[in-house]
C-alpha cells in the first residue's frame, strides 16, 4: 500500500472545505436575517465552493463564491452620506446602483408598491393615478436614491466563521501528519 502525504493533506483539506462553505452560507444567511431589521428572512443565492491545489511550493485551499455580491454582504456599501468601510478601492461617493437591478430585486421578493401615490413634488391629479408600471419605476428610484445616499449597512458572516478555533484545529491536524510544525495562513481579497 502506497502511502501519499500529499493526497492525505488533500483529503484534509477537501473536508475542511466542504465545511467551512456550507459554514460560510449558514452564516450569511443567518446575518442577512439579523441585519434586515423586519424579522423577514432573507437569504442569497450564494455559495460557496472549496478548491484544493497543489503545486510545487504548496498546497492551497481556496474558497469561490458563486456571485460578487458576497463582498456588499460583508462589507457594506458606502453611500454619499454615510460610509461604512475603509477598504481599499472603496469610493468614498459612489453612485445610485443600477435600476434594472433594483428593479429585478423588487419584483424577485414580490414587493407591491401599492403605496405609492406620486413622487414627491408631484401635484396634478394625473400623478396620483399612475400606472402599475410607473410604481415599479418610482419604487426603484426611491430604493436607488436611498442606497446612493446612504449606503448598505454592512453584515459581517465571515469572521464567525474563521474565528471559531477551526484555523488551529486544522493547523494542528496538518501538523499530525506531516509530522513538523506548519503554519497555516488566512489570505482575504
Known sequence: MAYSLESEIKQVLDNFGIKLSQDLETS????LKD???FGS???AKLQFNPKVKADNTGIYLRINASDW??????YGRNGKKKRWHNRPGAKSNPKAPPSDVILK???????KPDGIKSLKGATNKSALKTSNENKY???TFLIQRKIGKWGVKPKPF???VIEDGRLDKLNQ???????NEISVQLIEI
Not at 28 to 31: L, T
Request: glycine residues 12%; charged residues 25%.
Open 28 to 31: 450569511m444567511n443567518k446575518a
Open 35 to 37: 441585519g434586515s431589521g
Open 41 to 43: 428572512v432573507q437569504q
Open 69 to 74: 455580491y458576497w463582498q456588499i454582504i460583508e
Open 105 to 111: 430585486w423588487i419584483k424577485k421578493k414580490g414587493i
Open 137 to 139: 419605476k418610482q419604487l
Open 158 to 160: 465571515i469572521d464567525r
Open 173 to 179: 491536524e496538518l501538523s499530525n501528519i506531516i509530522g
